[in-house]
């Protein structure tokens, strides 16, 4: 297995990430946001993703967006081919992408939002810390690329300050001591807590509008 920066030679698994994400999506039923093979080919020839190989199949895959003119940095549409997934990829993949981008554009702050609790664990591992979505990045481009998570409509009655996602970021001028980052662990029943009660909150009052 090889984890290593995605080119234009590997455009011909462009078509297959895409069918992979859209795949994922379905089942969580919450929305990696769909892209097409064009797209996934323009990240790649840009030097913007990491692709996992074993030999010539694929395994995973994930991409840089950059926001806000290259202040915020997102990695965005991470996937592993079911034949890979439990057995730690998803974490190799997340710290290779974060490690390029961090020596890519060395004073963005790097973010994410997630409604996976695995993904929450990976990042908060890598230094990202919960935070609310007012201190993302207002560029309305990265929004609209929620647009076909079905949670959509609660992102918008909410004017963008909330939703069933959670955010992290990852800011390198607030850098933790390393004894504190040992010390500190991931609290995942506190996020699915958190979770149960966004969805209370949001579904309820989706019914109560509909009534």
């Known amino acids: 297995m090889k984890i290593i920066i995605a080119n234009k030679s590997h455009a011909s698994y462009a078509e297959e990430i895409c069918k992979n994400i859209e795949e994922s999506a379905k089942v969580r039923g919450t929305g990696i946001a769909r892209r097409t093979p064009e797209y ?30 290259e202040k915020y940095v997102a990695n ?9 997934r439990k057995h730690g990829l998803a974490k190799d993949i997340k710290k290779v992408i974060f490690k390029h981008s961090r020596e890519k554009y060395p004073h963005a702050k790097i973010f994410g939002i997630t409604t996976g609790l695995a993904v929450m ?6 230094g990202y810390q ?10 309305e481009a990265f929004w609209k690329g929620c647009q076909t998570c079905k949670n959509y409509d609660v992102l918008t009655r909410t004017e963008h300050k909330m939703c069933l996602c959670t955010g992290m ?8 001591p390393e004894k504190k980052k040992k010390e500190s662990k991931f609290n995942d029943k506190a ?6 009660i966004k969805q209370t909150l949001f579904y309820k009052k989706e019914k ?4």
Not at 53 to 58: A, N, R
């Open 40 to 69: 996934i080919i323009s990240k790649m020839e840009k030097g913007n993703a990491v692709i996992a190989l074993d030999g010539e199949k694929f395994a995973g895959f994930c991409y840089i967006e950059t926001w806000s003119h």
């Open 121 to 126: 664990k990976i990042n908060y591992e890598l």
């Open 169 to 176: 970021l990852y800011d390198p001028a607030k850098k933790e």
């Open 208 to 211: 109560v509008e509909n009534e």
């Open 76 to 84: 965005s549409g991470l996937i592993v081919h079911p034949d890979y």
């Open 191 to 196: 996020f699915q807590r958190l979770k149960h």
């Open 130 to 139: 919960p935070v609310t979505f007012s201190e993302l990045t207002d560029d």
